[in-house]
């Protein structure tokens, strides 16, 4: 896709998203107790208002706790597209990953969010291949990109939602989803 389609289906996808497709406003919860990864939903890639940037939020499924994931505009594409459901006419990279690894008998079982440290998320994706197991160190977006393809779990470890929320700016408003 050229750089200007890519820029005007994004644009497009963020305005379907804040036009009412599961965008909600945090709502806060007590803290819960520590009992490790828990799994988390991908409520939708939006602009965050403040710095306009694209950001993916997430939302664990155990406690409803949410945070705000900065990335850039191809990472926001590659959430997005198969969030709405969009076959792109060529495969994205995702895409053929998940070919590649069809074809080299590679499953992918989960993907889990691992920490957020120096502002930086870190994920670990989880492999299965011949009856052994495997680990990638990812990136949380094209980890996340890859677990919606596949349909499979996007976990968090609850020190992620903890970090997360604890570097909130305290005086600039947080971002509207």
Excluded: C, W
């Amino acid at each position: 896709m050229g750089g200007k389609r890519s820029i005007a289906l994004f644009g497009l996808l963020v305005m379907v998203l804040l036009t009412g497709t599961g965008a909600k406003e945090p709502s806060p919860a007590p803290a819960p107790k520590a009992t490790g990864p828990q799994e988390a939903e991908v409520i939708g890639v939006v602009l965050d208002q403040r710095t306009q940037q694209p950001v993916v939020v997430l939302q664990g499924k155990r406690d409803k706790r949410q945070f705000a994931m900065a990335i850039g505009i191809a990472e926001a594409n590659g959430i997005a597209i198969p969030l709405q459901g969009v076959t792109p006419p060529r495969p994205l990279t995702h895409d053929l990953f998940l070919t590649l690894f069809g074809r080299l008998k590679v499953s992918l079982m989960r993907v889990v969010i691992t920490d957020f440290k120096d502002d930086i998320y870190y994920a670990i994706v989880y492999l299965s291949a011949n009856g052994s197991d495997m680990t990638l160190d990812s990136r949380p977006s094209d980890a996340i990109a890859l677990a919606i393809r596949a349909k499979v779990p996007i976990l968090v470890e609850d020190r992620v939602f903890d970090k997360s929320r604890s570097s909130e700016p305290r005086s600039a408003p947080s971002p509207h989803f």
